[in-house]
């Protein structure tokens, strides 16, 4: 039994040793940051996001929900990395920040986002 044991973890090290080796982007700072890369990936959330399935059932909810929170979170790396991704961050924050305030999609909401879309159309 402690054979099999040990011989389980060697296995299990080892396999997360490779799936580290492989997915190793050379990166390890946090001086290497990528703001654009950020800002990039932030705008591509918001443009798979679908407002109108926030509130749907199962997976297109989740997904909408997902999207959105992951913009805002992207956005507010790429700020923190270079100030020129402000605008972007602050207009989906204001959007969340309303959303969060009426849980609805109304007209404030909409006019944030559709200025985080225009931002991310100049990128």
């Known amino acids: ?4 044991l040990l011989l ?5 090290g ?6 580290w080796a492989l997915s190793d982007t050379g ?18 959330a918001l443009d798979g ?11 297109a909810g989740e997904i909408a929900m997902n999207r959105y929170a ?3 979170a992207l956005s507010a790396s790429a700020a923190a990395g270079d100030a020129a991704y402000r605008p972007l961050a602050q207009a989906i924050r204001r ?14 909401v909409k006019k944030d986002l559709d200025e985080a879309r225009s931002i991310c159309k100049g990128l």
């Not at 389980?8 to 299990?12: E, M």
């Not at 959007?95 to 404030?108: G, I, L, T, W």
């Open 70 to 72: 992951a913009a805002g």
């Open 8 to 12: 389980g973890l060697a296995l299990g």
């Open 95 to 108: 959007s969340q920040n309303r959303h969060a305030q009426v849980f609805d999609f109304d007209e404030k």
């Open 49 to 59: 996001f679908d407002e109108s399935k926030y509130t749907a059932k199962g997976s």
């Open 14 to 19: 080892g396999a997360v040793a490779v799936v």
């Open 27 to 44: 990166s390890s700072s946090a001086d290497e940051a990528d703001p654009h890369g950020d800002a990039s990936a932030a705008c591509r």
């Open 1 to 4: 039994m402690v054979v099999s």
